[in-house]
């Protein structure tokens, strides 16, 4: 039997649809509590398995790329499990040795686990990455991965987020091909309209090619160009390798 509400009597049952809806709404919170520690414990798991695989390939004297992929692997469970500090060490000692042997995609890749990492110098790993990426043929999605971390950033009025997103929607056409290529385009399409929107309040098709052609987004000889400040300004003048000499040895 379902109670009537007596202002009366304040003693009187709950409704019960009242009550349904409060324990469907602890439920889902005990569900969601339940949910994040299983995934932590997995996390967790993980890690102590990576460590001792570690360990071994450091007694059978293993070669320095399995060594990396080893600590890049760490770092990135690290990461997970809101352990930064822990995690830049690894990070950074696995891309100085992608960078010794050229890997460079996957010295880009520890440079987007780095920037996750949110220590001091996430932002400089951020500039790095996208600068390799860039550079290189690497994966496109990380490349996107990468400057979207720009975009996501950067002040809504600041420039930083358009050219990042231009970028992105280039590499897209240019580097991925078949369903890959149609998924990241509109992918990209859509973050670059949404930062014409929050940047210029942008809210037509023609509104979005003057804005385009205002800020010099259609020739990538210019907004390349723009990029390259872009990640000057996140690394400063903390380099981790020698561009000019990566530079030189690449094709014409």
């Avoid at 409704?15 to 414990?41: C, F, H, V, W």
């Avoid at 500039?127 to 971390?149: M, S």
């Avoid at 240019?174 to 990241?184: C, F, I, K, P, Y």
Wanted: aromatic fraction near 8%; charge should be negative.
């Amino acid at each position: 039997m379902q109670a009537s509400l007596d202002p009366a009597n304040p003693h009187q049952a709950i409704p019960m649809k009242a009550y349904d809806i409060t324990n469907r709404l602890t439920d889902t919170a005990a569900e969601s509590i339940t949910r994040q520690g299983a995934e932590e414990a997995a996390l967790e798991s993980h890690l102590l398995a990576l460590q001792e695989d570690f360990e071994t390939l450091k007694r059978v004297g293993a070669d320095a790329a399995r060594l990396a992929d080893a600590k890049l692997a760490m770092a990135r469970t690290l990461v997970g499990l809101g352990r930064g500090e822990q995690a830049w060490p690894l990070g950074r000692e696995a891309f100085d040795a992608f960078m010794d042997q050229e890997q460079f995609e996957s010295a880009a890749d520890c440079c987007e686990v780095l920037f996750r990492a949110e220590q001091p110098d996430s932002l400089v790993a951020l500039g790095q990455g996208i600068w390799l990426a860039v550079t290189y043929p690497i994966d496109v999605e990380l490349a996107i991965e990468l400057l979207n971390h720009v975009v996501e950033e950067t002040p809504d009025d600041a420039d930083g987020a358009a050219v990042a997103a231009t970028t992105a929607l280039f590499l897209s056409d240019v580097r991925a091909e078949g369903t890959q290529r149609d998924n990241l385009v509109f992918f990209t399409s859509q973050m670059l309209s949404n930062v014409a929107r929050r940047h210029s309040e942008v809210d037509s098709q023609e509104a979005f090619d003057l804005w385009r052609d205002r800020l010099e987004l259609r020739e990538p000889e210019k907004f390349l160009v723009r990029l390259r400040n872009v990640v000057d300004v996140l690394v400063q003048d903390q380099w981790w390798f020698d561009r000019e000499a990566l530079q030189a040895r690449l094709p014409d």
